[in-house]
């Protein structure tokens, strides 16, 4: 759980989005990590494996991610874990050491909030297609995040040259939403724990929105990474996809496919184009 949410601190000049937030509730503990754009949070249960512990008033702590994650493969059998707050300094005791923490509540605070749920089928291979084709260019953010737009059951990923679409779920019943979200390509980084069960969440008039991807990672539970959305407008990314054809041809995948690999090993990391002319 701690390698997960050490995919969504920040090394910005704001030392306490380096840290993470620990909290100790009713026999489990709680992680939060965040840089502002995206947050990561889920929790562990007590057990076979580890106690959780903490003195009266001092029930969360922040702590260097960096310095945990060199004390936690030093770690054998049963792992005690214990906030504790002396002098007004805060403090934490993992096994026989002890990592000096910070006042939680400077941490960043998310509120919880209900909104529309779907699901993405087969989410991982999705967005992993999709973000083959996503801006590295900082000025043009919108081109630089995933395309949710659920009005027309598209994900999208375009960088103003090529775009790859697929759809967000194939199931032609699935209810319609009018809106469309962008998110931060960070989720990319998790996308093999994504279980494809996704809630966006955003304001009346549609201004401030997130999106709440749910996890499975092993041993964690009630995983999940929220995302901010990106703003700004996203391209009108269907006035390039053809609805009709001039002609239309069928042949055999085995036939094709070889020869397009073929070309693909002469095309640039730059320009990854590929010209067909059929006769």
Not at 61 to 90: A, N, R, Y
Not at 174 to 196: E, F, H, N, Q
Not at 252 to 272: E, F, N, S, W
């Amino acid at each position: 759980i701690v390698d997960m949410a050490s995919r969504f601190t920040s090394n910005t000049r704001k030392e306490v989005l380096e840290n993470i937030l620990l909290q100790i509730d009713d026999g489990k503990l709680y992680v939060d990590a965040t840089d502002l754009e995206s947050r990561f949070s889920g929790h562990i249960e007590a057990g076979n494996k580890y106690r959780f512990s903490h003195d009266k008033g001092v029930g969360s702590i922040c702590v260097s991610l960096g310095k945990l994650k060199k004390l936690l493969p030093l770690m054998e059998g049963i792992v005690d874990i214990h906030f504790q707050k002396k002098d007004d300094v805060f403090g934490m005791r993992i096994g026989e050491f002890f990592l000096e923490g910070e006042n939680p509540d400077n941490f960043p605070v998310m509120m919880k909030k209900k909104g529309i749920s779907f699901t993405v089928t087969n989410i991982a291979n999705k967005l992993q297609f999709v973000g083959r084709a996503l801006s590295t260019v900082s000025a043009m953010s919108t081109l630089c995040g995933i395309c949710f737009d659920l009005k027309n059951n598209n994900l999208a990923g375009a960088d103003g040259n090529r775009l790859h679409m697929v759809s967000l779920n194939e199931d032609a019943k699935l209810k319609r939403v009018d809106t469309l979200t962008i998110v931060p390509a960070k989720i990319l980084s998790v996308g093999k724990y994504l279980t494809g069960n996704v809630m966006l969440i955003e304001d009346e008039k549609k201004e401030d929105q997130s999106t709440v991807f749910e996890l499975a990672v092993p041993g964690c539970i009630q995983c999940c990474v929220t995302s901010q959305s990106i703003e700004g407008q996203y391209p009108h990314y269907q006035s390039v996809v053809p609805v009709d054809y001039k002609n239309k041809f069928v042949t055999r995948t085995d036939d094709i496919i070889p020869i397009l690999r073929k070309a693909l090993a002469h095309v640039g990391d730059d320009y990854r184009v590929v010209f067909v002319e059929f006769g």
